[in-house]
């Protein structure tokens, strides 16, 4: 198994978009600044290159866990140690001939990041919520916006071989 960092790269490119779809003022951009207590004037100041770079790295970093959580091959790879080819033995090596690809879609991919989404995101999303006095309609559209994400990534990261 090796890491692939364009599928990662990607897969963290992806939360860009769905972010200016999911937070345009025509879907929920206007109830999360308001929810958020942001307005223009606040959102002018801000130096967007920089959010968007550290954005993509930050999103990068989950797309290097939801790899373990989405290609299940991997677990057959830490099993090994996950040392370099000379220490495989001969079984990994059939198992991989035969399940290989196996769970290797986007859906499967999707599925394991609804599921990161719901019991990753989701509580800590909601738990920081609790804490800032935030409304649930400001957790439903941050923690729908990464459970979403999470899904994305997890397909694309999942069936890019």
């Known amino acids: 198994m090796e890491i692939n960092f364009l599928a990662l790269f990607v897969a963290a490119l992806s939360t860009l978009i769905i972010g200016f779809i999911w937070y345009n003022p025509k879907v929920f951009g206007t109830i999360w600044m308001k929810e958020s207590g942001l307005t223009e004037e606040k959102m002018k100041g801000a ?42 033995k001969p079984s990994y090596a059939a198992f991989m ?37 935030k409304s649930w309609k400001y957790t439903c559209i941050n923690s729908g916006y990464w459970m979403l994400c999470f899904m994305i990534m997890g397909g694309i990261i999942c069936a890019w071989q």
């Open 47 to 88: 130096n967007m290159p920089a959010i968007f770079i550290m954005a993509v790295f930050f999103a990068f970093l989950i797309a290097m866990i939801l790899q373990f959580l989405t290609i299940h091959q991997w677990g057959a790879f830490g099993m090994i140690g996950g040392g370099g080819a000379a220490e495989v």
């Open 97 to 133: 001939n035969d399940y290989g690809t196996a769970f290797r879609s986007f859906k499967h991919g999707a599925l394991h990041g609804f599921l990161a989404g719901l019991f990753l995101a989701f509580p800590m999303t909601a738990t920081n919520a609790l804490f800032e006095r």
